[in-house]
């Protein structure tokens, strides 16, 4: 329990300043949640590497504003430039959310298929399960001015990607973000997500979303998250999968001072497939935590993961890789790894990927490497006319370029190669205080 380093009066009242809507029962219940419980500590297992103290401050720095800020999120300018040039770079229908707020503007304007449905919360037809399962996912919860609801109708193949911007700016010390996505048998949505700041500023953004997968319905998702040196974001992504169905997900964290992302996928049908990828790219300060839970209630089914960080400075990685196979789930086909570049003996990354196995007809593998650039490489590539920078900068690349192979949207695919080249740049070009 950890809630007295936040303001218990002042987040009463936000809660209770929230306009009145079909949400206001799941912000009580996860109110009473978050006081019981409070921000995890570093005494807490999951959390152990990752201190969540700053986000506490920024925390009670946005309760203690006045909340009207947030409904309007006007005070840059960036957000329609952002979005031309995510427009012009991917293709795609773009959709904004500034500082946790769904624009209004960008969701009218939407022109979108048959089958396909998009509102905010507490526009629903029907208001979905907001899910209350952690503290952070409570303290979301409870303090939801509203969020976006995603449903893609049966047997509807959603040929465009759905492209979602979120930016942030320091207007608001603090911004809570849910997207609840619902897709109904035999339903397909790629799914293309870009975090961004609109510009540089201390401010904390804590992130739910939930993905439902009827039987045979398939989710591609990529993440980018490339938000300012100063942002601190939590992120919760929970996927519930029934028979035959698929996700894939691709998740890239490059900016940020100090980001956790926890992903949680739930097999409960048969044959159902998860594929998780992960490059996380770190130097200067930066701490990137990536936990992982993929859970095999039934079998046969599958899960793919694979994770990969490069780190310079001193910079810290976290990745926990959680593989569990229930009782029963026979024929389950499980594998996951963990692969890390270290570039300056100052820099850490703490690995461990686990299995929990209670179930006999198993297939299931993990592993994690941490090592530096082989110099034998080096020593090729240079014996070939490159310099040491330009041999660097290729094997990194290579390294990097893994999980870019992976890439579950394949719309994306230009624009993240351009970033991660610039972020590959900007973290060999001696970034390493």
């Known amino acids: 329990m950890n809630s007295a380093a936040l303001n218990q009066e002042l987040f009463e009242a936000a809660v209770a300043a929230l306009p009145s809507s079909n949400l206001a029962p799941v912000r009580a219940r996860a109110a009473a949640l978050f006081s019981n419980e409070g921000f995890p500590s570093t005494k807490d297992e999951d959390w152990k590497y990752t201190n969540l103290s700053a986000a506490m401050t920024a925390s009670n720095d946005w309760l203690n504003e006045s909340r009207t800020k947030s409904k309007s ?67 979301n919860a409870a303090l939801l001015e509203d969020g976006l609801h995603i449903r893609i109708g049966r047997d509807v193949k959603v040929e465009r990607p759905l492209g979602l911007l979120l930016v942030d700016d320091p207007s608001l010390r603090a911004s809570q973000n849910r997207i609840v996505i619902e897709a109904q048998e035999n339903a397909h949505l790629r799914l293309i997500e870009v975090a961004k700041s609109a510009t540089g500023g201390n401010q904390f953004t804590n992130s739910v979303m939930q993905i439902d997968l009827a039987a045979g319905a398939r989710v591609d998702h990529v993440r980018l998250q490339n938000r300012s040196r100063e942002h601190i974001s939590t992120n919760r992504l929970i996927a519930g999968l029934q028979a035959d169905s698929v996700f894939s997900h691709n998740a890239f964290d490059f900016g940020g001072a100090l980001t956790r992302n926890d992903v949680v996928t739930r097999i409960t049908g048969t044959n159902a497939s998860v594929n998780l990828h992960g490059l996380y790219l770190a130097s200067g300060t930066q701490h990137i935590d990536n936990h992982t839970r993929v859970e095999h209630r039934v079998g046969p089914a599958v899960s793919e993961e694979e994770y990969r960080g490069i780190l310079n400075g001193r910079a810290r990685g976290v990745f926990n890789g959680q593989a569990i196979v229930f009782e029963g789930a026979d024929g389950t086909d499980a594998n996951q790894a963990n692969h890390n570049l270290l570039l300056s003996d100052k820099a850490e990354i703490d690995t461990k990927p686990e299995l929990e196995i209670y179930a006999d007809d198993v297939k299931c593998s993990h592993g994690a490497t941490v090592g530096q650039l082989d110099e034998t490489s080096l020593f090729y590539l240079r014996t070939r006319g490159l310099d040491y920078a330009e041999a660097t900068q290729l094997l990194t690349r290579a390294f990097a370029a893994e999980i870019l192979a992976s890439l579950a949207v394949e719309e994306a695919h230009d624009y993240l190669q351009v970033t991660l080249d610039e972020c590959l740049s900007q973290l060999l070009g001696g970034e390493t205080s």
């Open 73 to 139: 999120g006007a005070e840059y300018s960036n957000d329609d430039e952002a979005l031309a040039t995510m427009s012009a770079q991917i293709d795609a229908t773009w959709l904004i959310i500034r500082n946790g707020v769904v624009d209004s503007e960008s969701l009218q304007s939407l022109e979108l298929q048959s089958g396909l449905r998009i509102s905010t919360l507490s526009d629903s037809l029907e208001l979905p399960d907001i899910a209350v399962d952690t503290a952070m996912s409570a303290f």
